[in-house]
């Protein structure tokens, strides 16, 4: 089995006049992969001929880095789950080889990337959600700026995620660096810390273990736009209304690329795929897959996103560079303030 | 001679290539890489070293006293006693083990231990119990029992008697156990990252923030140096120990156990309920979180997102099974190559054997990368998945069986090559007899290791196949109610796969008994 698995692998490095392969692979992150079964890409294969082989790289930064240290051999023809968060990196590093996806014109013009090197396919929408009913018994409005939450009411019974070791948890405070500006952003921070805010690890415990929906004790939790619907669709009853909600100040864009792998030997079936991950075939599964919403605007969202959340009009997002740039010392800034 | 030095070398040579061509080598090719980068002068970098560097050791080495002092009682009671129920103690005490880390970290924050040293320390106990029973109580129960009678017909004190008899015939064992609580425990990383968060970084989760999040490789081939030279004192120091205090003698084949009688009857009991009592409070809060909701039953038929969770459970068998078979065949072989020769060359072998516990699975991963497409391209191959986990399995089933193999007397060698035997069948005569049932305990750790799939695997590509862990993972990341249920129904089917697994293993430890 090794043995014919690496004499494929072989032969598919030698063959590079071959126009389309019998597969192509698509190395992601372990959420993207482990959504994949057998229909996923079957429409392509179908129109094609060529199977897609998904391979799992752990998070979204073993993704890239990876990519980056495979870049003279590359372990895969697409990749796909680069956010902003790391995307600088990426083209950095020069891994992507650039191509125009023919369904680029669906895509709303402030994801894609002027010079084509990756392609936008879904968005998700770092947000506050807030737990419905403890607002209700407790007689308390649900608040709509992050002013409001400065409040000791409320900024107690608020839990983010730690920018360092989460991914929503950067992505919020990202979003209070957009919202506050580089002079400001701290204070809101240190008087949150005053007023006894709670910061937690990772998403599962601010969700799991902190949120009063899941008898903890923040009715207030960093997560997505899409954790409603997803309260519905999971629900252990069938549910009228999503017990939880969002609130739409402070929301944080995080926008997810496929790009071509620089070295592939299919350019050309590599475009073919990403144009597929953009049709309204492939994005109209993504919501119920993957809970993101589709790039493509002309994919409908099924009934439970459009009944249970709200897509945030104005998102707050950062440039990919300056992200990169200053990353680091912003975590480290944020962490003086929070833990002295 | 010339034969012996022949056959040795033919059996030295898969592990050397094992471990060479898949550990040393990436790690090299990775680290190379990292520190031809590397700048002079990053600033702040020697108090930040300093700083995650003394947490790294000394959680390492609280942790492994406090494990020790946990596992104690448990793993004197099923050393020295036979009593209903013993297989299934041994069993639950396996069982945390294996567990995801990601799952227990929310246990232990269901339970309000977070964001304290405290919590991680308890984490890191209830992880590693299981190490120190199951080494140091296969040495321990196979003591031969005349000695410690004599000693008590002498007028010695029970605790005289263990002080004086039975400690220092332990230490092979005790040091084994020692050592690899140790390298677990200083290589710590989810632990600390769900319930230390940031604070409390250790040289692993330094690594991983500075390779993966901020791509700064120099700095973190700098930091899996300093790991690795750590790594290496604490394990040179142990080989050096357990050469000087390995003592020959003739140990029993079969178990020595007796029935527990009068008052001890009692101290048995409490020693079994205590220790399993304690490990069992983040279990019921798993097993509690785990019922209503139909969770179990959605297991057999959610299929809402690619394939019902049940479907990882093959997989994870799979691999496991073949992680175990690997682990065993070249952890037998590396004992006996190890055991075969003494000085400083078996010394070192043993040593690098070792080092895949205590090497950052983020460089390991990279290494992969990096390294392994050359001749044949191995990387995102099916194979690369039981090929990490035996790297990390072998060290388990060489320290089970070289203790055993070392006490085995030269006398007993020599007689049987004086009496014509080969000394292959000297090696299958007399030490694969008293070896294959350590191995088993070693395979049996192979089996779990690779189930609760920790380590390199994490950051590699690999193929797509669901394992347990990684459908665990799948599910916590996921909101919704039912969502949350079957990530705990999943992590009970695995604690229950796992204490399966490991009472079968004892049962054919038994069952083997009667052969003799």
Redesign the interface.
């Known amino acids: ?3 014919v ?2 004499l494929t ?2 032969a598919c ?1 030698e063959s590079e006049q071959a126009e389309t392969p019998e597969t192509l ?1 698509l ?1 992601a992150h ?2 993207f ?5 057998e229909g996923t890409f079957a429409p392509f294969t179908e129109e094609t001929g060529i199977t897609v ?7 979204a ?2 993704l890239v ?2 990519a ?3 870049r003279d ?1 590359p ?2 023809d697409v990749l796909f789950g680069v956010d902003d968060t790391f995307l600088s ?1 990426a083209l950095e590093e020069d891994i992507f080889r650039p191509h125009e996806s023919t369904n680029i014109g669906t895509v709303d013009p402030t994801l894609v990337d002027a010079e084509s090197r990756v392609t936008p396919i879904d968005f998700g929408d770092v947000c506050f959600n807030y737990d419905k009913a403890w607002f209700e018994n407790n007689g308390l409005v649900v608040p709509d700026d992050l002013d409001d939450l400065l409040v000791d009411t409320y900024a107690q019974v608020v839990t983010v995620e ?1 920018p ?2 989460s991914s929503p948890g950067l992505a919020f405070m990202l979003a209070t660096i957009d919202v506050f500006g580089e002079d400001g952003w701290l204070d809101w921070w240190a008087e949150m810390r005053d007023a006894g805010v709670n ?1 937690a ?5 601010a ?3 902190d949120f009063t929906r ?1 008898g903890g004790s923040s009715s207030l939790v960093v ?2 736009a ?2 409603p619907p ?2 519905v ?4 009853e069938p549910l009228e209304e999503a017990p939880t909600g969002v609130i739409e100040a402070g929301c944080y864009r995080q926008v997810e690329y496929a790009g071509i792998l620089e070295g592939t030997p299919y350019p050309e079936s590599a475009g073919e795929l990403i144009d597929f991950m953009l049709s309204v075939e492939f994005q109209e599964g993504i919501p ?2 993957w ?1 993101v919403f589709p790039a493509n605007q002309g994919a409908a969202l099924p009934q439970e996103f459009i009944e249970h959340t709200t897509i945030p009009e104005s998102p707050t997002r950062l440039d990919p560079e300056l992200i990169a740039e200053n ?2 010392r912003w975590i480290d800034e944020w ?1 003086s303030v929070m ?1 002295g | 001679m010339r034969r012996i030095r022949w056959g040795w070398l033919a059996v030295a040579a898969v592990p050397t290539f094992f471990i060479g061509y898949f550990f040393v080598y990436p790690l090299a090719r990775i680290l190379v890489l990292g520190l031809s980068e590397l700048s002079i002068g990053a600033s702040g970098l020697e108090a930040r070293l300093l700083r995650v560097g003394w947490f790294t050791l000394w959680q390492a080495v609280v942790s492994t006293i406090l494990t020790f002092v946990v596992a104690a009682p448990l793993t004197w009671a099923v050393s020295s006693y036979r009593f209903k129920g013993r297989r299934l103690a041994m069993a639950m005490a396996t069982v945390p083990f294996v567990l995801p880390t990601v799952v227990v970290g929310t246990a232990f924050v269901a339970l309000g231990w977070r964001d304290s040293i405290g919590a991680i320390l308890a984490a890191h106990v209830f992880f590693n119990v299981a190490v120190v029973v199951r080494t140091v109580s296969t040495l321990w129960s196979r003591i031969d029992p005349r000695l410690h009678e004599a000693a008590r017909v002498l007028g010695g004190s029970e605790w005289e008697v263990f002080k004086s008899i039975t400690l220092p015939l332990l230490r092979p064992a005790l040091a084994a156990a020692a050592s690899i609580v140790f390298l677990f425990t200083f290589t710590s990383f989810g632990v600390v990252l769900i319930l230390g968060g940031f604070r409390y970084a250790t040289l692993e989760v330094e690594i991983y923030r500075q390779a993966v999040t901020l791509f700064d490789l120099p700095l973190a081939a700098t930091l899996a140096i300093v790991q690795l030279l750590g790594v290496s004192a604490a394990l040179y120091a142990y080989s050096r120990y357990q050469e000087r205090t390995a003592v020959a003698w003739t140990l029993e084949r079969g178990t020595n156990l007796k029935r527990p009688r009068g008052r001890t009857r009692f101290v048995v009991a409490a020693a079994v309920v205590g220790t399993l009592g304690a490990l069992a409070v983040p279990l019921t809060v798993l097993v509690g979180r785990s019922l209503g909701q139909n969770a179990y039953r959605s297991l057999l038929t959610d299929d809402r997102v690619v394939g019902t969770p049940i479907s990882s459970v093959w997989n994870s068998l799979a691999f496991a099974l073949g992680a175990t078979v690997l682990a065993t065949l070249i952890g037998i072989m590396a004992a006996a190559v190890i055991t075969g020769r003494s000085g400083s060359l078996s010394r070192w072998f043993d040593l690098t054997l070792m080092l895949p516990l205590g090497t950052s699975a983020v460089t390991i991963g990279f290494g992969f990368i990096i390294a392994l497409d050359w001749p044949v391209d191995l990387r995102a191959t099916t194979w690369l998945v039981p090929i990490a986990h035996a790297l990390v399995a072998v060290p388990f089933v060489v320290r089970s069986t070289v203790p055993t193999l070392r006490s085995v007397p030269a006398a007993t060698r020599e007689a049987a090559a004086v009496l014509g035997a080969s000394p292959f069948r000297v090696w299958r005569e007399i030490d694969l007899p008293i070896v294959s049932r350590a191995a088993l305990v070693g395979a049996g750790f192979a089996f779990v290791i690779s189930l609760g799939e920790f380590g390199a695997t994490s950051f590699v590509a690999r193929p797509g196949l669901a394992t347990i862990p990684t459908m665990i993972f799948r599910l916590l990341t996921r909101p919704g109610a039912t969502s949350f249920g079957m990530a705990m129904a999943l992590s009970v089917v695995l604690a229950l796969i796992t204490a399966a697994v490991v009472m079968a293993m004892d049962r054919a430890r038994i069952g083997e008994l009667g052969a003799f």
């Open positions: 089995m090794v043995i698995l690496a692998t072989v490095g692979r190395i372990d959420s992969a482990s959504g994949v079964d082989e998904v391979i799992p790289a752990g998070d930064g073993a880095n990876q980056a240290l495979s051999n372990l895969a990196r730690h360092a070791t910061v690890n990772d998403w599962d415990t969700y799991y273990g899941y997560s997505y899409s954790s997803a309260e669709i999971f629900a252990e119920l897959t809970f990353r680091d962490i833990e």
